[in-house]
T-cell receptor, first 116, second 111 residues
Framework: GAVVSQHPSWVICKSGTSVKIECRSLDFQATTMFWYRQFPKQSLMLMATSNEGSKATYEQGVEKDKFLINHASLTLSTLTVTSAHPEDSSFYIC????????????FGPGTRLTVL | DQQVKQNSPSLSVQEGRISILNCDYTNSMFDYFLWYKKYPAEGPTFLISISSIKDKNEDGRFTVFLNKSAKHLSLHIVPSQPGDSAVYFCAASANTDKLIFGTGTRLQVFP
């Protein structure tokens, strides 16, 4: 089955630094990828929708200048958390749509970000 | 290795009937299971959850059953309504760690 990978799986950084998280579809091309932030009690918040070759669509309340998304190819989307602060510490999860008739969505394993 | 599996990519059910969505998992450390519902162009929204200490949780038309010995859970929707048409994801976590999602089942409820 289709696989979506994320790198790194976990990262610890100092406050004020920037962190890049990669999301890759390993065996299919994904025209659309999604970025989520996981909050306590397993609630999931959609941050943005990333379309290859175009600007990401951000959900209301998500700072586009802080969470930079680049969908450079059909298999890669990146999320850069700029000037990270402790409150940005969370799990960040990406998913990718296959674009087939079922348009299945596959989730990545998540990236745990800890900002000190 | 897919730790959470939804083997049926799609399901069609007549309005008023019961919809049963299935999910299997392989990791015996999972202790919390959730179902999410997703409409097109939107993120998944939380629907119902169950802890591993229970075998059933009910919320209105939605009931989740957990069979730990079989590592299987199911979501029952009764009666099904056209507004239930969406993609349903099951997810699992161990010790409140990150969520592991299944691949989703597209439910279509027709009149």
């Amino acid at each position: 089955g289709a696989v979506v990978s994320q790198h790194p799986s976990w990262v610890i950084c100092k406050s004020g630094t920037s962190v890049k998280i990669e999301c890759r579809s390993l065996d299919f091309q994904a025209t659309t990828m999604f970025w989520y932030r996981q909050f306590p009690k397993q609630s999931l918040m959609l941050m943005a929708t990333s379309n290859e070759g175009s600007k990401a669509t951000y959900e209301q309340g998500v700072e586009k200048d802080k969470f930079l998304i680049n969908h450079a190819s059909l298999t890669l989307s990146t999320l850069t958390v700029t000037s990270a602060h402790p409150e940005d510490s969370s799990f960040y999860i990406c998913s990718a749509e296959t674009g087939t008739s079922y348009n299945e969505q596959f989730f990545g394993p998540g990236t745990r970000l800890t900002v000190l | 290795d897919q730790q959470v599996k939804q083997n049926s990519p799609s399901l069609s059910v007549q309005e008023g009937r019961i919809s049963i969505l299935n999910c299997d998992y392989t990791n015996s450390m999972f202790d919390y299971f959730l179902w999410y519902k997703k409409y097109p162009a939107e993120g998944p929204t939380f629907l119902i959850s169950i802890s591993s200490i229970k075998d059933k949780n009910e919320d209105g038309r939605f009931t989740v059953f957990l069979n730990k010995s079989a590592k299987h859970l199911s979501l029952h929707i009764v009666p099904s309504q056209p507004g239930d048409s969406a993609v349903y994801f099951c997810a699992a976590s161990a010790n409140t760690d990150k969520l592991i999602f299944g691949t989703g089942t597209r439910l279509q409820v027709f009149p």
